[in-house]
């Protein structure tokens, strides 16, 4: 029988993932069925409940849902007990490992498709909300020179960097704490665009060689690469490689297979 996959949000019609999953199962023989279902705000258990019963095995999880994964695992990966949320849960049984995929997602997209090694760079990470929390271990695990956190509410900056300070050189502050100071990669994890902001870029930050990083992917992105390119940036990139890369993740932990990413980022974003 064919194993069932599917990606869980509300809203979820514009999620990419079954695309993506069907073109990691092309590419590598796996058969599997990947769908997308949109569970009610207050039917995440519910939803997952059904799903399981029906035989699924595993679910990509997305907005709102990444802290209701996170309850209802009962095993989580140490990536996601650093993130504080899950993204991706693998059923066994009565068994559900959660774990979170993104920051694994991003690291492999600048450091293997983008080709730029993290070791002894100096990060300004922007926001300190769910997206941030995702990606501090695994930008910390490549060893950077420096991880600057910079977030509109300085105490939350702060204290994500407080809480990850064994793990590397890691600072919190305001965006004005780090506005004279020059970044080899600064990357918007921010939701600002969603309100059609950008974060408080300095120019001073920027170099031509920096690279600008916007989590989110599409349309959304554009106004904070826009900005960085203002300041001089020579090199941005969005969200997609970052997606992609943390599916991939996700087929790895139910499949076993590693799929190349490359090909399918290329079918995407022509
Ligand atoms: P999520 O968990 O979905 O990431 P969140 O926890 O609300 O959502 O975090 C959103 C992040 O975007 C936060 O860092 C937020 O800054 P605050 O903590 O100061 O709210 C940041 N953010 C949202 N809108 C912003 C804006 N217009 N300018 C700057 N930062 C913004």
């Not at 590598?28 to 399981?52: N, Q, S, W």
């Amino acid at each position: 029988m064919t194993d069932r996959y599917a990606v869980i949000g509300n809203p979820v019609a514009h999620s990419l993932s079954p695309r993506i999953h069907a073109a990691f199962a092309q590419q590598t023989g796996e058969d599997i069925e990947y769908g997308a279902i949109l569970a009610p705000v207050d039917g995440f258990a519910a939803a997952v409940g059904t799903f399981r019963s029906h035989g699924g095995c595993g679910l990509n999880v997305t907005v709102p849902f990444k802290l209701d994964a996170f309850a209802l695992a009962t095993t989580l990966t140490d990536r996601a007990e650093s993130a504080g949320a899950v993204n991706t849960l693998k059923f066994d049984g009565a068994s559900a490992l959660g774990d979170n995929t993104d920051g694994a997602g991003l690291v492999a997209d600048i450091t293997i498709r983008l080709g730029l090694p993290l070791a002894a760079k100096r990060i300004l990470l922007m926001g300190a909300g769910g997206a941030a929390r995702g990606v501090v271990l695994p930008l910390l695990e490549q060893k950077p020179a420096l991880l600057a956190i910079a977030n509109r509410t300085v105490e939350k900056a702060i204290a994500l960097a407080a809480r990850w300070k064994s793990r590397g050189n890691v600072r919190g502050g305001g965006y004005g704490d780090f506005a004279d100071e020059r970044f080899d990669v600064i990357i918007n994890a921010t939701s600002a665009s969603l309100s059609g902001d950008v974060p408080p870029l300095s120019k001073r930050a920027c170099a031509s060689a920096t690279l600008a990083y916007d989590m989110v992917y599409g349309e959304r992105a554009t106004p904070f690469l826009a900005t960085a390119k203002s300041f001089g940036v020579c090199r941005g990139a969005d969200g997609l490689g970052m997606l992609i890369a943390q599916a991939a993740e996700s087929f790895l932990i139910w499949r076993g297979v590693r799929p190349d990413t490359g090909p399918v980022i290329a079918t995407l974003s022509a």
